[in-house]
């Protein structure tokens, strides 16, 4: 790869990596399988970058490099950190409704991660039901119906004391 193609491929890696970080936090519910979830996405996207740069939409690309390479490690067990037994500080809440933002985010974990993925792509990350049948591999009309499903889930796991769950994250 050539010296300006690496470093459109940095350029790009540093502008879009806070919006990856995001949706990868949202699938994996865990802030350091997140970073090495986005690290992961980068390396698959790197060799290939000579192609992508040239699509319409390379973030696009990237966003279904990370879901899908979320699933696969979910499918395949290759998930072996262990959490570690004391947490560092937290970081200062960006909001006053953290305590809605961790209810969610706990929820969401306890999701299987097909129902998580779809839930992010979906109502976070703002995808169509096409655009999500399309990163998630399936026809579109299971995404309204595991949406649906899911939906449920997550509000049988949290109870019904919850405002609306869209404005958390």
Request: aromatic share 8%.
């Amino acid at each position: 790869m050539s010296g300006s193609k690496a470093a459109d491929f940095e350029e790009f890696a540093h502008a879009r990596s806070s919006q990856l970080l995001r949706t990868a936090c949202l699938l994996t519910g865990d802030w350091h399988l997140a970073e090495d979830l986005v690290q992961e996405t980068f390396g698959k996207l790197f060799p290939r970058w000579n192609r992508v740069s040239t699509m319409d939409a390379p973030m696009a690309y990237a966003h279904t490099t990370l879901v899908r390479t979320f699933l696969s490690a979910r499918r395949l067990k290759r998930w072996s950190e262990h959490p570690a037994e004391e947490l560092p500080e937290p970081h200062a809440p960006v909001d006053d409704d953290i305590e809605l933002r961790l209810t969610l985010l706990e929820g969401l974990a306890r999701l299987s991660p097909a129902d998580r993925a779809v839930l992010v792509l979906r109502y976070w990350e703002d995808y169509s039901v096409k655009e999500t049948a399309d990163i998630l591999r399936t026809a579109p009309g299971t995404v309204p119906v595991r949406a649906k499903r899911a939906l449920g889930r997550l509000r049988t796991l949290l109870g019904t004391e919850l405002r609306a769950p869209a404005a958390a994250c």
